[in-house]
Structures are given as structure tokens and as C-alpha cells.
């Protein structure tokens, strides 16, 4: 069965710090996975994706993330956080099998000035 | 620019009553989506349209019916509401922008009293 797990639901982080919002998964076959981004009272935004290549991704307004197949991760991350990078989260997986995406549950990220 | 177009923005309905969730895409993809975003229970997928004239339930499908009208346009209908419905709904589409992703609409903010 495909699932993705994100085991916080609440992130803080001061601002000017590094930050990390973590996801796991798992899935039959190749995992592409994808971070998304979600503003308050907004829809879900695309920030980056990983389908193959090279385990460290970036993506929009400086985030990056990074594959890992062993401990079947895919941690987001940013060097320096912002208060503007205040929103909810989603990791989600599709196999290179199949159509359909499986969300996590979304995790709350406070930066704090 | 092109992307996934939901209309209403916002509906309160009283119990019993039914609705309409209209969605369009012009990204001309085959696949689309419903999601329902609860708190604590990330995006759940209540049906899906893998193409024109084709339609699966997903993960929360109970309660709810859909029309593949055309490639462009999948809509979601509530014959009797219930207050458990009470929801955010996005309808989602891939679209190459977004990495083969989603390109999430919106949302509809439905209240059932």
C-alpha cells in the first residue's frame, strides 16, 4: 500500500534558522515525490518535485529537499527561514506505476521573528 | 494563465439540500481529481477521472457523485448534504508546471448546517 507519513504536526523555527519538515513514505515500485506548499485560505502550491537523478532537489523561494531511498525519506529544507515561510505543508508520493498521489497529513510551519 | 478553475469560492447549505462543485481544467490532461482537506487528515481523494467518460471512487467517495463532462470539466454534486461534509474541496489536474504534479483550484469552502 502507498502511504506518506509527516510525524509532526507543528514545526517552529526562528527566523534566520535552518529548518526541516520531514516525510516518509511508502509505495510499490519508484517513488516520485513532491512538496507542496499551502497559504492560508489559499489552494496547494507546487514547490518541488523528485522523480530521478540527484538526491538533493530544489525548488521555489529557496527550499530544497533531499531523497533518500534507504530510509525511504524525502526531508524538505530551507538554510534560513523566513515569517513569510509561515504556511502548511504537504509531502506527497505516486508510483512510477500508477496516477494517483497519496498526501501526508500536512505539517504546520511557524517561523518566528 | 492556464491552470484549474473552481467555482463557488465559498456555499453554506442546509442539511438535505444539494450542490454542485463545478471544476475546469485547460491544461487539456486526461486526469482529474477531487480532494476533501480536513484538519489533522490531510487531503483525502473522493473520486478521480482517469479520462473523458471514466470515473473510480477514492479513499471517501460515500455521499458524493461526479460528471466527466468533458476533458475539461469534472464536477463533484452533493445529493443531500450532511454537516460531516463540511470541508475544503480542491479539484487537481497534473499539469507540466508543476512538474506532472498537481495544479490544485482554489478550493470551495463548504459549510453544512
Known amino acids: 500500500a502507498q502511504s506518506v507519513a509527516q510525524p509532526e504536526d507543528q514545526v517552529n523555527v526562528a527566523e534566520g534558522n535552518p529548518l526541516t519538515v520531514k516525510c516518509t513514505y511508502s509505495v510499490s515500485g519508484n517513488p516520485y515525490l513532491f512538496w507542496y506548499v499551502q497559504y492560508p485560505n489559499r489552494g496547494l502550491q507546487f514547490l518541488l518535485k523528485y522523480i530521478t537523478g540527484d538526491n538533493l532537489v530544489k525548488g521555489s523561494y529557496g527550499f530544497e529537499a533531499e531523497f533518500n531511498k534507504s530510509q525511504t525519506s524525502f526531508h524538505l529544507k530551507k538554510p534560513s527561514a523566513l515569517v513569510s515561510d509561515s504556511a502548511l505543508y504537504f509531502c506527497a508520493v505516486r508510483s512510477n506505476t500508477g496516477n494517483q498521489f497519496y498526501f501526508g497529513t500536512g505539517t504546520s510551519l511557524t517561523v518566528i521573528p | 494563465n492556464a491552470g484549474v478553475t473552481q467555482t463557488p469560492k465559498f456555499q453554506v447549505l442546509k442539511t438535505g439540500q444539494s450542490m454542485t462543485l463545478q471544476c475546469a481544467q485547460d491544461?487539456?490532461?486526461?486526469?482529474m481529481y477531487w480532494y476533501r482537506q480536513d484538519p489533522g487528515m490531510g487531503l483525502r481523494l473522493i473520486y478521480y477521472?482517469?479520462?473523458?467518460?471514466?470515473?473510480d471512487k477514492g479513499e471517501v467517495p460515500n455521499g458524493y457523485n461526479v460528471s466527466r463532462l468533458n476533458k475539461r470539466e469534472f464536477s463533484l454534486r452533493l445529493e443531500s448534504a450532511a454537516p460531516s461534509q463540511t470541508s475544503v474541496y480542491f479539484c487537481?489536474?497534473?499539469?507540466?508546471?508543476?512538474?506532472?504534479?498537481?495544479?490544485f483550484g482554489s478550493g470551495t469552502r463548504l459549510t453544512v448546517v
Open positions: 491544461m487539456n490532461h486526461n486526469s
Open positions: 487537481a489536474s497534473p499539469s507540466p508546471w508543476a512538474g506532472y504534479g498537481y495544479t
Open positions: 477521472s482517469a479520462s473523458e467518460g471514466t470515473t
